[in-house]
């Protein structure tokens, strides 16, 4: 791993970590030779662990629910208790642990490392870095697991926990129940363990960084493809992205940092004399956080980011730039704008990439897979290619594991969270979504506006109810109703999705359809159903 300095990361107690644990698709591997894992069950007396992973980890109110300092205690004691399971002798699992810039990144994190460390776990944690980049590291580094104390897209009061297996993707859903399992079976008034892990700094090679990845994906093709370098607008949202101004930089011929951001940092590499040619981009840079700020930590996703885009779409027409991209809290999704101002979501991205894979031969299984929320519009673009759409549940860990078990390489959702795999990439990643597209645009010298001309979206309307618990949706006899009454009255022009979010104290009620005056009136009934029953 290349050297950083004390302003991109926040280096802990230079100690350095040891042990491996060998890999294999669910986490971790255990040795050929190690004794079989120990389950983790709790006494039959106990009462059945409640749920506290969603579809995307823990996510609560930082300090509040699942959140409060035991429960995450807890929580990292049963990881840590399931990764030495998996190992021998004296040998230590390591675990990576990354952070966004959120006010209470370093109460999670270091409550989860109290308990890791608890457990014999040696814990990395090289300071702010982004979910793509804590799981490329994690497939690719000496770790066990990694985690990434992010509450991704939601507001600065909120933090969560994503767990990352050896694979670099999140746990299966059996492995969740069984770390739920563990902490019930965990003795709420026992005394502090002495911590027998360590705690501080792992040095990785240069090759292994996130960083040389991307660099070196993009540089060649970039370079060979580069006319007229592309003016693009990136959006931080005060996010993880913040950390990574040097990773795009290098792609790039100038980089200017809009009034939201901090000033350059003094020897921020930039184009080398070898990376000249690599000049495709004209790079300026929106709502980036710094370490040494604190004060900005409380504006990440306030009023920016892939939830937020209208200031992007701003800057992108005032500066005449070719493309904007917007991030989410900690970089694993994106959102586009094209030159016009229009914003680009994942639906549009999936459809033009699904075209560009398709035309080089690449798109296996002539499949793109995404969830239930996807327009039908993105169904209808993918069948006049020849091209099916499988949809799964929603959540990113549902549309990785339908690419995995069917072999295909691209899938992702209408939220901007995609997933291009490789040999070296199969993880949800913002930043590696939007590089991939700009790719496109400079292979193509097409405009990102033209390139999703081939998309025509349905009539779609998206409400979201906050809500203060989450009873059986079958239980509620209003919602039910009005349901049955919308999917009557839609019949076969349309349709009707109501959800739970699995990360916010939110129903979403999805609707569409070919009338956009129905589809109005459909989801206000519903909605009106939801909120007199749960608001």
């Not at 995450?72 to 040998?91: D, H, M, N, P, V």
């Not at 699992?93 to 952070?99: F, K, M, S, Y």
């Not at 959120?102 to 109460?107: C, E, G, H, K, Q």
């Not at 960083?211 to 070196?216: K, Q």
Request: aromatic letters at 4%.
């Amino acid at each position: 791993m290349a050297k950083t300095t004390k302003q991109s990361r926040r280096t802990r107690v230079a100690k350095q970590g040891s042990g491996r644990a060998t890999s294999r698709k669910t986490m971790p591997a255990r040795p050929k030779t190690g004794k079989p894992a120990a389950k983790l069950k709790p006494p039959a007396t106990l009462a059945p662990a409640a749920r506290l992973f969603g579809t995307d980890g823990v996510r609560a109110t930082a300090g509040e629910e699942s959140l409060t300092p035991l429960s995450i205690l807890k929580l990292g004691r049963a990881l840590g208790r399931y990764l030495c399971s998996f190992t021998k002798g004296a040998e230590r699992p390591v675990v990576l642990l990354g952070v966004d810039p959120r006010p209470s990144a370093d109460y999670v994190g270091t409550t989860l490392c109290a308990g890791l460390t608890a457990e014999c776990c040696d814990v990395h944690w090289p300071g702010m870095m982004s979910t793509p980049e804590v799981a490329y590291l994690t497939k690719h580094g000496p770790f066990a697991a990694g985690v990434a104390v992010t509450a991704s897209h939601n507001p600065a009061s909120d933090n969560g926990i994503k767990i990352i297996a050896k694979d670099g993707g999140k746990l299966p859903d059996a492995v969740e129940r069984e770390l739920e399992s563990a902490m019930v079976a965990q003795d709420a008034a026992s005394p502090a363990l002495p911590a027998k892990g360590r705690f501080g700094w792992l040095q990785l090679s240069r090759e292994r960084h996130y960083e040389e990845f991307i660099v070196r994906t993009f540089r060649a093709s970039y370079a060979n493809l580069a006319r007229k370098p592309l003016r693009v607008v990136f959006d931080n949202a005060f996010g993880a992205r913040s950390i990574d101004l040097q990773v795009v930089s290098r792609l790039a011929k100038s980089v200017t940092l809009g009034r939201t951001s901090p000033q350059l940092r003094t020897g921020m590499p930039m184009s080398t004399s070898e990376e000249l040619a690599a000049n495709a981009l004209d790079i300026f840079y929106l709502n980036t956080a710094s370490p040494s700020q604190p004060e900005q930590h409380h504006q990440i996703n306030a009023g920016v980011g892939s939830l937020h885009p209208q200031a992007c779409a701003k800057a992108v027409k005032e500066l005449q730039a070719d493309l904007g991209v917007c991030f989410d809290g900690d970089g694993d999704r994106c959102v586009l704008i094209d030159e016009t101002g229009t914003v680009r979501d994942g639906d549009y991205m999936l459809a033009l990439l699904a075209a560009d894979l398709k035309a080089a031969g690449k798109l296996k299984g002539d499949t793109v897979v995404s969830t239930s929320m996807a327009n039908f519009g993105l169904e209808a673009a993918l069948g006049e290619l020849g091209l099916k759409l499988l949809r799964t549940e929603v959540g990113d860990r549902f549309v990785r594991e339908a690419m995995k078990s069917g072999g295909f390489v691209l899938g992702g959702e209408q939220s901007g969270h995609l997933i291009i795999a490789d040999e070296q990439h199969d993880i949800g990643d913002g930043l590696y979504t939007a590089l991939r597209i700009i790719e496109v645009m400079l292979d193509s010298g097409r405009k990102l506006s033209e390139l999703c001309a081939g998309l025509t979206k349905y009539p779609q309307v998206i409400r979201n109810v906050r809500v203060r618990h989450k009873p059986d949706l079958h239980s509620l006899r209003h919602v039910v109703e009005a349901r049955r009454e919308a999917e009557r009255k839609l019949a076969q022009s349309g349709r009707i999705v109501v959800r739970y979010s699995g990360t916010e104290p939110l129903l979403r009620i999805m609707v569409e359809g070919k009338d956009p005056g129905l589809v109005e009136s459909v989801a206000s009934a519903v909605e009106a159903a939801a909120r007199k029953e749960l608001a």
